[in-house]
T-cell receptor
Framework: GAGVSQSPRYKVAKRGQDVALRCDPI?????LFWYQQALGQGPEFLTY????????KSGLPSDRFFAERPEGSVSTLKIQRTQQEDSAVYLC???????????FGQGTRLTVV | AQRVTQPEKLLSVFKGAPVELKCNYS??????LFWYVQYSRQRLQLLLR??SRESIKGFTADLNKGETSFHLKKPFAQEEDSAMYYC?????????????FGQGTRLTINP
């Protein structure tokens, strides 16, 4: 399809395990965002890419969180040594530029047990 | 600090009644403001943005810079309007361009 695709849709991880979440943005979209959405909360900004450049990572909650977009297309959000507080839905969005409509993926629901 | 505030977590109105979802923002500059909607089991999607000044699905939102508000309004609610609504702001925050969201309002339209 032509929309933003995220995989996996659901992930259960044991505490301490590393996870990798994938985002396939819409082709040609320069801007890519990652958000964390806890239950009952709005999306919280994690990081922003313009092409392959990570221009803002101020929202990453700890150094266990790492994101990359090496070729300016697919992006991966990696969480090392997962903790229970990492349980949330992780949303990816892409847009043509920063101020245009952001198109969201369906999200990855991460549950850390 | 720049932020978006949606004071109501839950809002319930009857079908045919007017709806107003409140959004206030704090931003030192000229922000871009958006309303996003998430229907049940669907992904978050754009409803409208202030710069386009259009009506989508009967909803309108006017940017009031004096009151720093961007409330979403519809004169006659329909059952299919039941969803989560998020107000969002795009601007320079902490030295970098960001798109930030409010906490969301769950709108329920009763028959």
């Amino acid at each position: 399809g032509a929309g933003v695709s995220q995989s996996p849709r659901y992930k259960v991880a044991k505490r301490g395990q590393d996870v990798a979440l994938r985002c396939d943005p819409i082709s040609g979209h320069v801007s890519l965002f990652w958000y964390q959405q806890a239950l009952g909360q709005g999306p919280e900004f994690l990081t922003y890419f313009q092409n392959e450049a990570q221009l803002d990572k101020s929202g990453l909650p700890s150094d266990r969180f790492f994101a990359e977009r090496p070729e300016g297309s697919v992006s991966t959000l990696k969480i090392q040594r997962t903790q229970q507080e990492d349980s949330a839905v992780y949303l990816c969005a892409s847009s043509i530029t920063i101020n245009t409509e952001a198109f969201f993926g369906q999200g990855t629901r991460l549950t850390v047990v | 600090a720049q932020r978006v505030t949606q004071p109501e977590k839950l809002l319930s109105v009857f079908k045919g009644a007017p709806v107003e979802l409140k959004c206030n923002y704090s931003y030192s500059g000229s922000p871009e403001l958006f309303w996003y909607v998430q229907y049940s089991r669907q992904r978050l999607q754009l409803l409208l943005r202030h710069i386009s000044r259009e009506s989508i699905k009967g909803f309108t939102a006017d940017l009031n810079k004096g009151e720093t508000s961007f409330h979403l309004k519809k004169p006659f609610a329909q059952e299919e309007d039941s969803a989560m609504y998020y107000c969002a702001l795009s601007g320079i925050i902490q030295g970098a361009q960001k798109l930030v969201f409010g906490q969301g309002t769950r709108l329920t339209i009763n028959p």
